[in-house]
């Protein structure tokens, strides 16, 4: 049973007395969780264990009536808000100090409806979760490369995955939402109703209120589709990069790839000699026909002597979920990024000279390909609006048990400064590891964020959703 003992905070915010947090306890029907209570360590856990922090409450919310109760109680209290969906926050706004976490986790339904090409996902839901929903009728959106990543917030940032190339971002396909603002009113955004937060949805993050559902437009594709990974030497890397360079100069956008610079993972089917060694992976999806997809990949079998050639015919779920084994929760993360204009030479050397002086072997360096469908969305259309740039470069700070975690961090910041010239200075708004005005005018051009801004001062004028990627409003 949970304590009765009351809720405190730090001595910056306010002490939630025993009295008020048994009302909240009695106004909603999912569970208020505060420390002291038997769940409460596996309640703060979040997927990326470099945030360790201890909410005052944690409410696990049944539905929108709970996320409504919710919001008034931190609102009425003063409690810093972090809203929780997958978990899998990089810069750690799942979770807050002193503060109440409005947790959608059992908020997981996924329903479908096949004859429109529509799926609406609570904002709970993984990308396991929709997938295994939408495939049933072969029919998918662009997700995230790891299944346990929540649908809601992968696609507020914008929603880089498999399926980029042929059907754009995750937010491009975002055709509406509710949302529960500061206010505490459910509002629904669509084309027509409150068309300028679903713009703001679009790409601009978890800035103007709790998204209690997304709708999707949704696509035919697999259940099959020509997928896997190319594992290649660490020594043929320049090879494979330059080569890749110029192979997606004419990629079919069916095909979406990314080149991987990485350490070789003890898993059985890679041979045990390079177990451990530094590898070039190339990650392949060909969401089209699968008669044309043989050709569309047969270059990239040639970028070197490959280790292992894994790319073939797989069900799409299966590879959603290919590279989850390898990103469970509990280790240590910082991610940052860069939108790239090109790759020339001197970049891939110094591509090159940052993944080899990585301080620990689960750190990488991806570069993803964009373009194609994401590229043929109005600058204007959405929130999101680096749409040119042919490459996006996340570079991924990992240890597994924190040793050299600081190491890492500054490693993967001074990797991301060193390759931000060759492009526009941005950075992908999921990807962008800590909180900071200067890394959010950065993923913004300025007049879309002005924009961002006055949807700021509608919904939320007061930041009471500041933890996030913060747009603050003008006031």
């Known amino acids: ?138 029919l998918a959106v662009t997700g995230g490369l790891v299944s346990s990543t929540g649908v809601g917030g992968f696609t507020l940032g914008g929603g880089v995955g498999w399926l980029l190339r042929r059907h754009g971002l995750a937010c491009d396909n975002l055709v509406g939402a509710e949302v529960v603002t500061a206010d505490s009113r459910v509002v629904r955004a669509s084309a027509e109703e409150n068309p300028d937060l679903l713009w703001a949805l679009r790409g601009g993050g978890g800035n103007f209120g709790v998204v209690t559902s997304l709708e999707f437009a949704l696509h035919p594709v697999g259940p099959t589709v020509l997928g896997g990974l190319l594992f290649f030497p660490g020594s043929a890397a320049r090879d494979v990069i330059t080569g890749w360079r110029e192979l997606t100069r004419s990629m079919p956008d069916d095909l979406t790839t990314l080149v991987n610079l990485t350490t070789a993972p003890p898993v059985p089917f890679l041979p045990e000699s390079v177990h451990g060694q530094p590898i070039v992976a190339v990650g392949v999806v060909h969401a089209g026909p699968l008669d044309a997809a043989e050709d569309a990949v047969a270059g990239l079998r040639t970028l070197a002597d490959p280790i292992l050639d894994h790319v073939g015919p797989v069900p799409y779920v299966a590879m959603q979920q290919a590279l989850d084994p390898l990103w469970e929760a509990g280790a240590h993360n910082y991610f940052t990024s860069a939108i790239l204009d090109d790759l020339p030479d001197e970049a891939v050397d110094t591509l090159l000279d940052r993944w080899w002086a990585k301080p620990t072997p689960q750190s990488e360096l991806h570069i993803h390909h964009a373009g194609g469908a994401m590229a043929r969305v109005g600058r204007s259309d959405t929130a999101f609006a680096q749409r040119t740039s042919p490459y996006i470069l996340n570079v991924i700070a990992r240890s597994i048990d924190g040793e050299k975690f600081t190491e890492d961090t500054e490693w993967a910041r001074d990797t991301r400064e060193a390759l931000a010239g060759y492009g526009p200075g941005a950075m992908y708004v999921n990807f962008t590891g800590e909180g900071g005005e200067d890394k959010v005018r950065a993923s913004y051009p300025a007049d879309t964020y002005a924009k961002l801004v006055g949807v700021k001062d509608r919904y939320d004028p007061t930041n009471l959703f500041r933890l996030n990627q913060n747009i603050r409003p003008s006031a």
Request: glycine share 10%; net charge negative.
């Open 1 to 138: 049973m949970p304590t009765t003992a009351p809720a405190t905070t730090t001595a910056s915010a306010p002490v939630v007395g025993e009295a008020t947090v048994g009302e909240l306890r009695g106004t909603v029907r999912g569970s208020v969780i505060l420390p002291g209570d038997a769940d409460y360590d596996d309640a703060r856990a979040v997927w990326n264990a470099s945030h360790d922090k201890r909410p005052a409450i944690i409410v696990r919310c049944s539905g929108t009536a709970d996320v409504i109760r919710a919001v008034e109680f931190a609102s009425s209290q003063g409690l810093p808000v972090a809203v929780r969906g997958g978990a899998h926050s990089i810069a750690g706004f799942s979770t807050v100090e002193a503060g109440i976490v409005i947790d959608l986790s059992p908020m997981k339904a996924v329903t479908v409806d096949p004859g429109a090409r529509r799926a609406v996902a609570q904002g709970g839901a993984t990308w396991a979760d929709f997938d295994h929903e939408t495939q049933a009728f072969g």
